[in-house]
């Protein structure tokens, strides 16, 4: 890989909450396409436009703007086909995770053997008929592995096979989540887990299971919601008892170091939740985690910048940090 894209995607029909949809402007206003660009070319292809009008449609009582959710994603999916990606690295900023099913299924077309990492404090993993909510930022996983249709999202034709779905985080699921997840077999690893195993053996034993050769790309699809909520604020969903900051960067980069982490979603930062200081924190971590991640997928096996000292204070220093 030779140069970095970013992708905005201002996507907020998978839950109720329009301020995800800034997300990729604050992280811009954050010098985020400076910051990649000290790490390799980078080029900046803007905020995804939806290219159409949609008006609530109540009558479906399993998925809240359906409409919209299934002529999103299909939006996105076809915007990342499109894209020539042979030498570049997709970074995905959100948006709520709805839009995963987008990225997910266009990745696929040019990584058909992609392992998907979803590091999330839930499990997005619901049918519609499963939700208790009827978001659809919770299902995008249940499209993913063809659990489910539905006529809004006719456009699918791929799907992810179980064995190559890793969850990193995950601590608040839903029963019928935890009954598709144990049903089908999906790789699982809680913050507990995380915590007695260790980050690093826990994502290289995962990714030998669901890839014994080594050779698949990988695609990390981050909801910051993973993080504690100590240590992030503004986000929807926050859940307590999450993995730590060291845990996650250790992750980020035992994925980098594989040399096969292709594509990245970064979703679900609400720059409309929680105070002034609280947003600025939240979205100093986020582009942290993107910067560290991306320039050790660049610099894999070379030495890596540290982190700046207002990170450090809170992380134990590794090989990957
Ligand atoms: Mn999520």
Known sequence: MKNIKVLGIPFDFGQDR???RLA????REGK???????????????DLIFPFKVVENKQDKYIKHSLGAGLGTKTIN??????????SFLLNVGGDHGLALGTVHGLLSHHPE????????HGDINTPETSPSGNFHGMPLAFLLGLTQHPHFGWIRRKILPQKLIFFGPRDLDQGEKDIILKHNIQYFSSEDINRLGAK???EMALHKADPFGTCPIHLSFDVDVFDQMDIDSTGTKVPHGPKLEELFLMGGVLAETGRLKSMDLV??????GDAASVESSIALVLEFIETTLRQVFHAGKEIKPMPAMFEARTTSGRYL
């Open 268 to 273: 679900e930062l609400n720059p409309q939740i």
């Open 78 to 87: 076809d915007r990342i086909e499109e894209e020539d990606l042979s030498d």
């Open 114 to 121: 992609a392992v998907v990492v979803w590091a999330d404090a």
């Open 32 to 46: 985020l396409i400076a910051r990649l660009k000290d790490i390799a070319k980078t080029e900046d292809l803007g």
């Open 18 to 20: 329009i301020g995800v």
């Open 24 to 27: 990729p402007h604050v992280l």
């Open 201 to 203: 053996e826990v994502i």
